[in-house]
T-cell receptor
């Protein structure tokens, strides 16, 4: 079984400030981890992914995330927030094996607000 | 060209009616999914099809019946609609979803279903 917990349903930052969105996961198999962004009234867009290899992964729009197995975490960061980053962000895990064939399990989402 | 498309974008209907949502992907993927996003923005997988075969069925009421006429299409038919079916339904597709594989999923724009 897999699960994802995103700490903080709402995060508010000032433009130019560091963005940190927290994600912890639980997985009985080596996880594949994803961050998706959803802008209002739109579908989900993949920001970045971790499958194997380098634990620090870079994505689009200046975002990056670090896979920390010991902490079962995959926190999303961006050094300097931009107004256009305001959206809802979803962390997701996939194990890809057996009955979880292709299944993504999502966290509850974190709404990011960016103030001028 | 839209990679994953859904029709209709909005669907308003009365309780008890039967409705369908269509999904098409032009990415050449062999796995397609339906997700439900409820009013609290929680995303949960409903079904997954691989090469027209049902792979995942997440204890969804049997009023929901997915149909995949070919691997580029996955439609969702809902019988006897209930108030609780109101949600945004997202279609997604990926290249593979088998054991141990990495499955980046591409999402459609969503269909907002409102049951009155």
């Amino acid at each position: 079984a897999q699960s994802v917990t995103q700490l903080g349903s709402h995060v508010s930052v000032s433009e130019g400030a560091l963005v940190l969105l927290r994600c912890n996961y639980s997985s009985s198999v080596p996880p594949y981890l994803f961050w998706y962004v959803q802008y209002p009234n739109q579908g989900l867009q993949l920001l970045l992914k971790y499958t194997t290899g380098a634990t620090l992964v870079k994505g689009i729009n200046g975002f990056e995330a670090e896979f920390k197995k010991s902490e079962t975490s995959f926190h999303l960061t961006k050094p300097s927030a931009h107004m256009s980053d305001a959206a809802e962000y979803f962390c997701a895990v996939s194990g890809g094996g057996g009955t979880s064939y292709g299944k993504l399990t999502f966290g509850q989402g974190t709404i990011l607000t960016v103030h001028p | 060209d839209t990679a994953v498309s859904q029709t209709p974008k909005y669907l308003v209907t009365q309780m008890g009616n039967d409705k369908s949502i269509k999904c098409e992907q032009n990415l050449g993927h062999d796995t397609m999914y339906w997700y439900k996003q409820d009013s609290k923005k929680f995303l949960k997988i409903m079904f997954s099809y691989n090469n027209k075969e049902l792979i995942i069925n997440e204890t969804v009421p049997n009023r929901f019946s997915p149909k995949s006429p070919d691997k580029a299409h996955l439609n969702l038919h809902i019988n006897s609609l209930e108030l609780g079916d109101s949600a945004v339904y997202f279609c997604a597709s990926s290249q593979a979803g088998g054991a141990g594989s990495y499955n980046e999923q591409f999402f459609g724009p969503g269909t907002r279903l409102t049951v009155l």
